[in-house]
């Protein structure tokens, strides 16, 4: 309740004097919490732990979206107190995130990805889903900012609902999702019963001078070779992961 205050404050202060000014520049906090099957070699007290870890949020992840009109860029934030082994076996390392840029002007993304010590940097077409947007929908207030729902297949098959709202009037959302008449406030990411949500918690407004730079700094890869890449990553990964079940 007091987020929502505040958000509404902010909102308000910002705008109040033009009540027809909608937001072209700004930075939205979403939490990102996942969803999914605990492995089912692990002991009841080990799938016990994991389920309770889950439910105190020990793998949700905050992500960062920053606008304009031209571009809207995604990473995650470094949790401030990560716990120790968490972050290692279960959790994302965010020292070096992963950035997702799309740029509003032609259409196209630049994803920076991580594997170990190596960046990746991949440039595609942005494939935007096609939304269904319900008619003569109701404003929905339970995002903060008045929204509406629209539903779609992704690219990659996966089954997304989003509640988007059209006072930030810009096709923008998390980790390069979009194209809708407004920014996503809520997004489920949903593929044979595993979800991620991405749920807004704040926004501000930014200067509107302020230039967002597509990330450079990376090996450039296709992505068909940067998922060969990541599957070898897997495999190694799962091989320790089976190799600290066994220890303990």
Do not use: C
């Not at 958000?7 to 705008?15: D, G, K, N, Q, S």
């Not at 950035?99 to 190596?118: A, G, H, N, P």
């Not at 509406?148 to 990659?156: N, Q, R």
């Not at 809520?186 to 407004?205: A, D, I, R, S």
Request: no cysteine; hydrophobic share 35%; aromatic share 12%.
């Amino acid at each position: 309740m007091l987020r929502f205050l505040l958000l509404l404050f902010a909102f308000a202060t910002v705008y109040g004097t033009r009540a027809r000014a909608q937001i072209t520049h700004g930075t939205i906090d979403y939490r990102e919490h996942r969803e999914f099957p605990v492995w089912d070699g692990m002991s009841i007290d080990q799938q016990k732990r994991m389920e309770e870890m889950k439910a105190e949020g020990a793998f949700d992840q905050t992500g960062r979206l920053t606008f304009n009109q031209d571009a809207f860029s995604y990473q995650q934030l470094e949790k401030d107190n990560p716990t120790e082994g968490r972050r290692g076996w279960w959790g994302s390392r965010t020292e070096n995130p992963d950035v997702y840029y799309t740029s509003l002007l032609d259409s196209t993304v630049t994803d920076k990805r991580q594997i170990m010590d190596r960046s990746f940097i991949m440039q595609d077409r942005w494939l935007v889903p096609e939304w269904e947007i319900p008619a003569n929908q109701r404003a929905n207030m339970a995002y903060t900012l008045p929204s509406k729902v629209a539903y779609a297949i992704s690219p990659e098959g996966d089954t997304l609902t989003a509640y988007f709202t059209e006072s930030i009037p810009l096709g923008i959302g998390p980790r390069g999702y979009g194209g809708l008449p407004g920014a996503i406030v809520y997004l489920k990411v949903e593929n044979e019963g595993v979800f991620t949500e991405y749920t807004m918690q704040t926004m501000q407004p930014n200067p509107t001078d302020l230039v967002l730079k597509k990330p450079e700094d990376g090996d450039i890869i296709t992505r068909e070779k940067f998922q060969e890449v990541a599957e070898k990553r897997r495999e190694v990964m799962e091989r320790r992961r089976r190799g600290w079940e066994r220890r303990y």
